[in-house]
């Protein structure tokens, strides 16, 4: 609520029980994250399934895009998971895959968007610690948008 005419805003906030994380309250809160922190590794079998959706898409690609076109489909999607997987992921290389399908395969557009949306690509990405958190959200809502 604002107080009138002075332009400043009050909020009462009642925080309780066993809470971890962060909290900002306030109008026009900008809050910087450091790193992603490195949680437990990647186990056997959510790699296993980070494969299967790749291997989805692929399955989708073979089936769907003409033949002239499926071998650019296939290497955007081998960056696409090398850049998620990979030591220190590389936001940049899986925005361009996605802006590469929205322009050249547009129907396949929102199975790529749904794969980087993925919990556990955010999972993956996380668990390497190497992208900040602030920068893997700004990018997610991006691609969301």
Do not use: C, Y
Not at 114 to 129: F, K
């Amino acid at each position: 609520m604002n107080d009138a005419g002075t332009g400043n805003v009050r909020a009462t906030v009642h925080v309780g029980g066993d809470l971890t994380g962060q909290l900002a309250i306030g109008h026009r809160i900008r809050q910087n994250m450091g790193q992603f922190e490195r949680g437990d590794p990647i186990t056997a079998a959510e790699r296993a399934e980070l494969t299967a959706l790749f291997d989805a898409l692929r399955k989708r690609i073979a089936a769907e895009v003409p033949v002239d076109q499926q071998g650019s489909a296939l290497d955007r999607v081998d960056e696409l998971a090398d850049a998620v997987t990979d030591e220190k992921p590389e936001l940049s290389t899986i925005r361009a895959a996605l802006t590469w399908f929205r322009k050249k395969l547009p129907e396949l557009a929102a199975p790529v968007k749904d794969l980087i949306l993925n919990p556990l690509v955010s999972r993956v990405v996380g668990a390497t610690g190497e992208v900040a958190a602030a920068e893997f959200g700004e990018f997610l809502r991006g691609v969301a948008g």
